[in-house]
């Protein structure tokens, strides 16, 4: 499974975001059970994209979270690439889709370097 780092803060999000090119938060609640099903698949599917970093956020611990990237449900997924947002995917994922998402921009993001 995937190696995921826990972001407690704003602060931390911005820091994680700024320090990898590559980054995918998942935003998630505590009591929401969608959310704690998702995460293991999640987690999962990013095992195919090494230079991706995952961080998960509790929007009940970092409630500004929500302001700052406009979230108005949980779970949400952000793939943020150089600090700009290119996937967002909530609640309701198709991983057929957000896999087809990930391994096209995946592939023209690791051609670049």
């Known amino acids: 499974m995937k190696e995921m ?3 407690t803060s704003l ?9 990898h090119e590559l980054s995918f938060l998942y935003v ?3 009591d929401c059970s969608v959310c704690h099903a998702l995460l293991p698949k999640i987690r999962t599917l990013l ?9 998960r956020i509790d929007i009940q611990d970092v409630e500004s979270i929500a302001e700052k990237y406009m979230i108005f449900t949980a779970p949400i997924m952000l793939l943020i690439i150089e600090q700009k947002e290119y996937v967002r995917v909530d609640r309701f994922v198709r991983f057929n889709e957000l896999n087809r998402k990930l391994d096209q921009i ?4 690791t051609q670049s370097m």
């Open 5 to 7: 780092m826990e972001l």
């Open 11 to 19: 602060e931390m999000v911005e820091r994680f975001v700024d320090e």
């Open 28 to 30: 998630s609640q505590t």
């Open 47 to 55: 095992e195919e994209y090494p230079v991706i970093q995952l961080g």
């Open 106 to 109: 995946y592939e023209l993001y």
